[in-house]
C-alpha cells in the first residue's frame, strides 16, 4: 500500500510539473534570416562639427520615403503649396533662415538627401531614435523633439519642393 | 483502515491537480474554490486590451466613467454635468455654455442612466446619453471624442429619472419625470398635489445624421412618480414603459404614504401613435423656457439657446396610446427582455417578481378588458397581462437585464445578491451574493435586442470592508462575474468612482476602430485660433485683451507678452498646433480664478484670467510634453491701471 501511495505522490508531481509547461511553445529548427549589415553610412564625422553643419548625402533615413526624384526645375505650383504648408505646420519651430526651435531649412538639399528629408517629417520619432545623424541632431537641439504634425506624403513632398527655391 | 485512509487522500491530491490543470476557458458547471483560473479570466497583459468597453454613470460626481471589461481599469473620466478643472470644461469660455440652464449656470449634476444608441435594437456605438436627475437634462457624448456633445433641459420635468433611454433605432431619447409638479409651474400649497399635479414624460428626437436633440412632445400624466423605463423592442417597438409609485398621490413622509397600494402601475405608452397624431397638428405649443446647448467640434465652442415653448399632449386626447397595468408594489426597474415579450416589474416592496406579457397586454386591450381607469387613462387588469411570476427571488428587486439566451438578472438591494432565472418557466437558476447592497447590473447590450453576454457586473451602494478602508467616505464596489456558463462566477471586485446609477457596455470592436486620435488644425474655426505662428498676437478692445496664444513641443508663441494693466480682462486664447496623437499641452498662469486648460492636438480653448496685482507672472504648461517641458513657461508683465506701457509680443527675441 505504502507503495501505492508513493506512485501516486510521484504521478501528482508529474502532473505539478507537466502543469506549468503546458503553455511552453517550443522554438525549433533553423533560422536562416538573412543578418542585416553593421556597416552604417554615415558620411566621417569631421571634429567640431555640429550635426546640423554636417554633410551627408547617402543616408536616406529611415520611413516610407525610398527614393524621390526632383526634377531640374522647381514645380512651382507644388512649391507654393509646400510653402503654405511650412507656413501652417512648420513655423512653431522652424525659421527659414536662423536657428530657432530647429534648424533652418534653408540650404538642407546641399546637406541632406531629399529622402532623409522627407523621412524627418513623416516619422520623425522612429528618425531621432535610430537615424545616427537624427539622434546627434536631438541633442544638438537641447532634446527638444521634431514633432510629428500628420503631413501626407504629398504634402511634404511639397514642403520639400519649397525648399528648392529657399536661398 | 489507515491504509485507505491515505490512499483516499492521495486519490483527492490527485483530483485536485487534475481540475488544477484545466485551463479551459468554458466555466460551464465550475464554480468556486475549484475554479482556479479566475486570475487570469480578468488578466489583461501589459499592452493588450480589454474586451469591452463599460461607461459608468457617476451619479452625484455628473460625469461618465470609462472602464475596461474584464480588467476593471479605469481609462478616462468624461466630464457632462460637472465642471472638471482636470481639462477645464465648465470653466474654459468655450464649455461654460454647456452647464446653462433656466436657471442660471449650474456648476454640478447628478448623473443617473448611460444608454448608448441602437439601430435595429443593436448597439451602434455612435453615442452615449445620459440623464442629470437634480435639473432635469439629458446629454448627448460622442462615442467617437469621448466628449459631452450636447445638452438639453427638459422643462416640466422634476427629478429627471426614468430616462435617458433609447428605441430600438434610436428615434427617440426618453426621459421622465420621478416627480409630478404643477404644470406649468405655480404658487399654489402643496397640500393640494392631489389631481393638481402632472407627471411629464418627454420623447426627445433624435436627429439620424447629427444626433442633435429636440423634444418632439411630451405626455402630461397624472401626478404619480414615474421612476424607471424601458422602449419596447421588436413585437413590442413603437411603445415605452414606465414604472410608477406613489399613484398614492402623497407629497409627504413618502416613505410611508407611498407605499399603501397593493399595486401601482406600469404605465404602457404607444409612442407610435402619439407621434402620428403629433405629425398630424396635434397636440398644444404650451410657453417653456429651457436651455439647448451644443458643443461645435469645428469652432471648439459651445453655444447655448433658450428655447421658449413646447409641445405637450393630454394622454385622453389620443385614445389607445396610453394604459396601466396594475405592479406590485412599487415598482422600481422597468426592463423589457430582448425579444420584447416580457416586461418586467421590479416590485421593490414585494415578495415576488412580476412579468407582464406584451402579447396578453395587446389582447387585452383589443377586448377592452379594463379593471377601471386613473384620470381617464384605462387600467388592465393585474391578471390578464400577467406573463409569470417569478416566486420569493429574493428581497427587494431593482433591475434586470438579459443575456439574450433566455435568461433574466435581477439585483436584491436588501438581500445583496444576484439571481439569475428562466424567462418562460420563471424558476430560479442560480444566486450570488454581492458586496454589498447591489443597485443596478449591466451586462454589455443588456438593454438592447441583441445582449453580448459573458460578463456581468453588479454595482453596489455599500462597501464597507471590500477595500483597504479609506476614512469614512469610500468608492463604491463592483464585482463583474463571468455568465457564460450555467452558474455565474464571481471574476473580480473593482472599485468605481461616484456612485454609478446603470452602465452601459458594449464589445470594444466598433468604439475602438473609430476613436478619434487629433483635431485637425485645418479643420479648427475658432474664432480666436492662432492657427500657425504667424497668427499669434495680443489685441486690447477697451479693457478687454486677446491673447492668441500657440503650443508646441515645447514652448509657448508668444511667451514674453507686456502692456496689460490691472482691471483688464485678458482671455488667454491657447491652440495647440500638435497634430501627433496624445500631445496635449496644458496652460496654467497664476492666480487663475478658474482652472487650467488641457488642450488637446489642433484644438482651442481659452481662460479668463483678471490680474489684480502689478508685477511679472509667469504662465507654464501643466502637461509634461516633453524632455523640454519643464522649460515650457512664458512672463506676463501687468502694470498700474493708469501707466502706457504699450501692448508688446514676443517670442525668443534674442535667439542668434
Redesign the interface.
Known sequence: ?KT??KL??V??IT??I??GG??EKKKEGFSYKKKETTEKTTAPKAEKTPPSKQVDLTNKGIGPIKTVTLAAEVDQTMATHGADVY???C???HRTN????GPPPTGILERRTPEWVMNMILNPEQMVKEDPLAKELLMEF????M????LTEKEARAVLEYFRTLK | MK?II??SI??L??LI??T??N?GNNSGGKSGALASNVAERVYVAPGEYDSHYAFLSGGYSGNVTVYGLPSGRMFKEIPVFSQFPTSGYGYSEETKPMLNTSHGFIPWGDAHHPDISQSKGELDGRWLFINENNTPRIARLSLTTFETEEIIEVPNSAGNHSSSFVTENTEYVVAGTRFSVPIPQRDMPIKDYKGNFQGALSFISVAPETGNMDIKFQILMPGFNYDLSHPGRGKSHGWFFFTTYNTEEASTLLEVNASQNDKDFIAAINWKKIEEYVNNGGGTMMPANYAHNVYDEETHTATSTMKKEVRVVNPIDVPGAVYFIPTPKSPHGCDVDPSGEYIVGNGKLSANLTVHSFTKMLDAIEKEKFAGEAYGIPILNFEDVLAGVVEQPGLGPLHTEFDGKGYAYTTFFISSEVVKWKIGTWEVIDRKPTYYSVGHLTIPGGNSGKPQGKYMFAMNKITKDRYLPTGPEMEHSAQLYDISGDKMELLLDFPTHGEPHYAAAMEASIIKEQSQK?YK??DNKHPYAA????DTKVVREGKEVHIYL?T????F?PDNIEGIKVGDKVYFHVTN????FD?PHGFAVIGQNNSELLVMPGQTKTSVWEPKQVGVWPFYCTDFC???HQEMQGYIRVSAADSDTPIKWSL?ED??
Request: net charge positive.
Open positions: 500500500m501505492t501511495l501516486m505522490t504521478l501528482f502532473m505539478l507537466s502543469c503546458k503553455e507656413k501652417k505646420m513655423t512653431a519651430c536662423k536657428k530657432f526651435i537641447n532634446g527638444s523633439p514633432a510629428n504634425q500628420g | 491504509n491515505t490512499s492521495a486519490m491530491v490527485i491537480g487534475f488544477s490543470c485551463k487629433i488644425l485645418a492657427k500657425s505662428d504667424a500657440t508646441i513641443r515645447s514652448h508663441s498646433l500638435e497634430q501627433d500631445v516633453s524632455a523640454l525668443g535667439i542668434e
